[in-house]
């Protein structure tokens, strides 16, 4: 509710804020243009965006000093303050003075207050968050743009031109009033920045994400001067003075409806379906549409449709795109290039547009609509071209400050991340009464029977005693072990009082028998404490054939051989990164398991606790006791096929409290995951279900779900009854064997 809050109260603003940049729009260019001659326009917005930049530098190192909460109102206010002073002006004599001073008002340090809205409001929210309530907040801003459009047309209707600036000075008024709670809500969700120099080109140099959107904003802006241009010199020779502001109101009211429209019924599932990279792409490809059409029917409706496609897909689809990629950098740097982009950028593409008009004028009126539209054509192109790699870059800017932010808040200590898994699989080891130097010559004598070693038929008979001692001496003193050992030793797993020496003496010899040990994993008729165990012992021969054993392990009708399965494979990933997983069949398993009805996806849990609880986890202690071990699994799963660092973070993240750490965590599992798989996760989480392990009303229902084949699908068959294998507080079943000794 806190977050919906905040929105509306953006909202609020950003209309109250666009009914003014609509309505500002309309008084300049009524003013200008019924001054001075169009053939004045490019001039002006070359003069205006030099103005711009060289506000820049000035801005940003306020805006790092004071921060957008104080910096932003206190625009707003010395904006109001200079509309009023302008309409005392007008009536002075001035000239042509003060259509440009409002020119200039408008066109440069308007897009400054801009800046700072949506640096502000891009404060507020986490990434995830921010992709839903940007859209909206920019829809409620078309809202405004329309009232402010419709309320400048009355104005040219009933009054003068001057009149419309007290409007201006009233709306700018209210932004101020409407931005004191929003400020107080940044200051206390964002952390105190040192003060430092915000506007500096090196922070291009590292980041190639703002270089790209540096290029998209001067490109877009540059092709609509040009588009811009050509539509008002022709409204210039249609129109008189008087009838100026009324058709630029209602062209600028049209294009805010046509904005509001789109953004309220489908900006959200188109940009949902687009991604954040190819809707900020559309633009360009706005742009070049229109100025094909316009190259074949030159008229003014065709220019004013151009222009207007543009001002729609920059309002809606660019918009939330674009306020989208900042939300990803870290505040710091978002104060270090963001104005230089919003303005300085922006301005210069204004300055690039009108110098191409510029230049082409003097070379003479021939053709020149169809050279300034290949110029549109072209820059259209190249940012398209560009704005391919928006998307990968914008993952890449969630990852690192995903990883960055855990970091600094203490989530990356629990674990090295480029060492060992964090899902590791070691056990601790467990001591035995007889240990190995009792079976060396010196210590026969200590023996309770005679081993031969050297002798497989010997070895076999210890193997098979059931007697405990013997069991243990042979399994450490045998030096190597025949396929037929190696299958008595897997059967050997199910025995709890030897399962550590059997692991012991497997691993020695795993990498001669992963065909055997595979085998056993998959044959449904194998123990089920013997098929949970042999993964921890794969894992010591990471190979592509171990690999590709554990995967199929996925299909198990029990769940903790599946968890097994899915840790094994991600220590084999870790010792051997060049091996290779199949991920869409990876993906489709996680779309599997997040599908199980939830009490059985709560109710899952593992009968080996001592090695589900070891040091060596991705989870504190903390955390690891409101851990899910199914979600545990399904995160497993994602890092054989996901990049491991940041999908462990985004594990420990979901399992936190701090919101905008779960918005970035959501925010990068949004760009990875398929859109099923990531439907079905956000179901679960939305529920809570990674929040808590869940608790068994008794022992027979957590029998049940331990018996349970996704979906209970084996209680449709057989009626459970509880097994020593089973039984909760056991490890596991002891191995079939004739020897009284080895059976309860």
């Known amino acids: 509710m806190y977050i919906v809050s905040l929105a509306r109260m953006a909202m609020t603003v950003a209309a109250v804020m666009l009914a003014h940049q609509v309505a500002g729009k309309a008084v300049r260019d009524a003013l200008f243009l019924g001054a001075l001659p169009v053939t004045a326009l490019p001039r002006m917005v ?13 801005y940003s190192n306020l805006l790092a000093r004071l921060g957008p909460r104080r910096l932003v109102p206190l625009g707003f206010i010395l904006s109001a303050a200079a509309h009023v002073a302008e309409w005392a002006w007008t009536g002075t004599g001035t000239g042509t003075v003060i259509p440009v001073v409002v020119y200039i008002h408008v066109a440069a340090f308007g897009a400054l207050l801009l800046s700072g809205f949506w640096s502000l409001t891009s404060e507020l929210f986490d990434p995830h968050s921010a992709r839903e309530q940007v859209v909206r907040i920019a829809t409620a801003g078309s809202l405004g743009g329309i009232v402010g459009g419709l309320a ?38 964002t952390r105190a920045l040192a003060p430092e120099p915000v506007f500096a080109l090196k922070s291009f140099q590292a980041s190639p994400q703002a270089r790209e959107i540096a290029i998209l904003v001067i490109f877009g802006t540059a092709s609509a001067a040009i588009l811009d241009y050509l539509l008002k010199s022709r409204a210039a020779a249609d129109y008189d003075k008087g009838h100026l502001l009324q058709f630029f109101a209602i062209f600028y009211t049209v294009i805010q409806v046509v904005t509001f429209v789109f953004q309220a019924f489908a900006a959200v599932p188109v940009q949902r379906r687009l991604g954040v990279g190819r809707s900020v792409t559309m633009l360009p490809v706005g742009l070049g549409v229109g100025a094909i059409v316009s190259v074949f029917f030159p008229s003014t409706p065709v220019f004013a449709l151009a222009r207007g496609t543009e001002s729609v897909v920059r309002g809606s689809l660019f918009r939330s795109g674009y306020e989208l990629l900042f939300s990803a950098m870290a505040p710091s740097e978002k104060r270090r290039v963001k104005t230089f982009l919003d303005v300085a950028c ?55 400050r995903l990883v960055d932010q855990a970091a600094s808040d203490g989530l990356m200590s629990m674990g090295d991340f480029g060492g060992p898994s964090l899902l590791s699989l070691e056990v601790p080891v467990v001591e035995t009464p007889l240990a190995l130097e009792d079976v060396r010559p010196g210590h026969r004598e200590h023996v309770p029977v005679q081993v031969l070693l050297d002798e497989p038929l010997d070895l076999l008979r210890q193997l098979r005693s059931g007697d405990r001692e013997r069991v243990i001496v042979a399994l450490e003193s045998a030096q190597t072990f025949e396929p037929i050992h190696v299958s008595q030793t897997l059967q050997l797993l199910a025995w709890d009082d030897v399962t550590a020496q059997v692991r012991r003496a497997l691993e020695r010899t795993v990498e001669r028998h992963v065909g055997l040990m595979v085998d056993a994993l998959l044959d449904g008729a194998t123990d089920f404490a013997i098929r949970r165990r042999i993964p921890r012992i794969l894992v010591g021969a990471p190979s592509q054939r171990a690999l590709d054993g554990l995967a199929l392990g996925l299909a198990d009708t029990r769940f903790e051989v599946r968890y097994q399965c899915s840790r094994a494979m991600d220590r084999i990933l870790v010792a051997d990164p060049s091996l290779r997983v199949d991920a869409p069949r990876i993906f489709q ?14 109710g899952h849990r593992l009968l080996d606790q001592f090695e589900s609880s070891d040091a060596v986890m991705f989870l504190d202690e903390h955390l690891r006791d409101r851990a899910n071990r199914s979600l545990e699994h399904v995160f497993s799963l994602l890092v054989t096929v996901l990049p491991r660092d940041p999908i462990k973070v985004a594990f420990r993240v979901v399992h936190t409290d701090d919101p905008m750490l779960r918005g970035l965590a959501l925010e990068y599992l949004t760009g990875v995951l398929p859109e099923s798989v990531r439907v079905r996760l956000w179901d679960i989480l939305d529920a809570g279900s990674g929040r808590s392990e869940g608790s068994p009303t008794s022992k027979t229902a957590l029998e049940e779900l331990l018996r349970s084949q996704d979906g209970l699908l084996e209680q449709l068959n057989r009626q459970i009854t509880p097994s020593s294998g089973d039984a909760p507080g056991q490890s596991g079943p002891r191995p079939p064997t004739t020897a009284p000794s080895a059976r309860r």
């Open 46 to 58: 070359i003069l205006s965006a030099v103005l711009s930049v060289l506000a820049v530098p000035v």
């Open 152 to 189: 400048v047309e009355r104005i040219g209707a009933w009054a003068s031109t001057d009149t419309a600036l007290l409007l201006l000075a009233a709306l700018h008024a209210a932004c101020a009033i409407g931005l004191w709670p929003l400020c107080g809500s940044v200051r206390a969700r």
């Open 346 to 400: 922006d301005r210069a593409g204004d300055a690039l547009g009108a110098s191409v008009v510029q230049l082409l004028l003097m070379t003479g009126p021939l053709f020149v609509v169809n050279e300034m539209l290949g110029v549109v054509l072209l820059m259209a192109a190249a940012s398209i071209w560009i704005g391919r790699r928006l998307d990968s870059m914008y993952l890449r800017s969630i990852e690192q």
């Open 589 to 602: 398993i996680v779309e599997r398991e997040l599908s199980v009805a939830r009490p059985v996806w709560n």
